[in-house]
Nanobody
Framework: QVQLVESGGGFVQAGGSLRLSCAAS????????VGWFRQAPGKEREFVAG????????DYADSVKGRFTISRDSAKGTVYLQMNSLKPEDTAVYSC????????????????????WGQGTQVTVSS
């Protein structure tokens, strides 16, 4: 059974940092494209950051470029989202997702591109 689990969310003041982790059971996460998405109350789910299957390409939403970094520790089978200079508008539930169907160098950016999802972790940024 495939399961993705996020951790690292919490409450932080504006300008602060958090690091989210995404770990998997039932699949080898280092072989998958991984995306981070977020959904704020009353808003659509949106792509935040993604990593290609081979780990060589990343992509970011314009709203987080220069502040967020996605990375992978293959030995630990974990994908991270380092979030710096957080803003109140970053407040949302953050979820990681995994996909194996796209080419090695592609970073899928649509939610429907991904086959497996975690339950999400809440990030709250106060002003």
């Amino acid at each position: 059974q495939v399961q993705l689990v996020e951790s690292g969310g919490g409450f932080v003041q504006a300008g602060g940092s958090l690091r989210l982790s995404c770990a998997a059971s039932g699949l080898t996460l280092s072989r998958y494209a991984v995306g981070w998405f977020r959904q704020a109350p009353g808003k659509e789910r949106e792509f935040v950051a993604g990593l290609s299957r081979n780990g060589g390409r990343t992509d970011y939403a314009d709203s987080v470029k220069g502040r967020f970094t996605i990375s992978r520790d293959s030995a630990k089978g974990t994908v991270y989202l380092q979030m710096n200079s957080l803003k109140p508008e970053d407040t949302a539930v953050y979820s990681c997702a995994a996909d194996f169907t796209y080419a090695l160098i592609v970073v899928p950016t649509r939610a429907q591109d991904y086959d497996w999802w975690g339950q999400g972790t809440q990030v709250t940024v106060s002003s």
